[in-house]
């Protein structure tokens, strides 16, 4: 019966986590470093149902480099970005080795990032906490 119950938590837990307030922490806002070639550069990672950093901070009109990946596993998650008032569109797969994806942000806000991903009878990727906020400043 214990390891039935220790089971059951294992698999439940996780789904409940955001519902119960246990999701990662999100308040904390990664600046993207401006390197001397005049570009963004920030690295993104997915994996187990979280983004890290959850919260990325960019300027309006300055290109933007982030080198994201997910972390190594059978898992398959992507990195959706639809913001087109801003200019952005991201619909890239992640991969373990990390991809660039190149963009420009040319208006002010807060756009969500998530993965889209979902297994057919189970909760999203993104209902189950893989969600994240890029914040466009001055």
């Known amino acids: ?12 837990l996780p789904a409940a ?5 246990f999701a990662q922490d999100r308040q904390e806002a990664h600046v993207a470093k401006l390197d001397p070639d005049g570009v963004q550069r ?6 187990g149902y979280f983004f890290k950093p959850g919260h990325i901070v960019i300027k309006v ?3 933007v480099e982030l080198l994201a990946s997910r972390e190594a596993g059978m898992v398959p998650h ?5 913001a087109p008032e801003a200019g952005i569109s991201v619909d890239e797969e992640l991969a373990a080795d990390g ?12 756009y969500p990032f998530y993965c ?7 909760a999203s990727h993104r ?8 914040e466009v400043v001055p």
Do not use: Q
Request: contains cysteine; charged residues 20%; positive net charge.
């Open 1 to 12: 019966m214990n390891r039935f119950l220790v089971l059951l938590c294992s698999l439940c």
């Open 17 to 21: 986590a955001p519902l119960l307030g």
């Open 42 to 47: 920030v690295r993104l990672e997915g994996g």
């Open 61 to 63: 009109n300055v290109p």
């Open 78 to 82: 992507n990195l959706v970005i639809k």
């Open 99 to 110: 991809k660039k994806i190149s963009f420009t942000a040319t208006a002010l806000g807060k």
């Open 116 to 122: 889209s991903k979902k297994l057919l009878f189970l």
């Open 127 to 134: 209902e189950r906490g893989m969600h994240g906020v890029l």
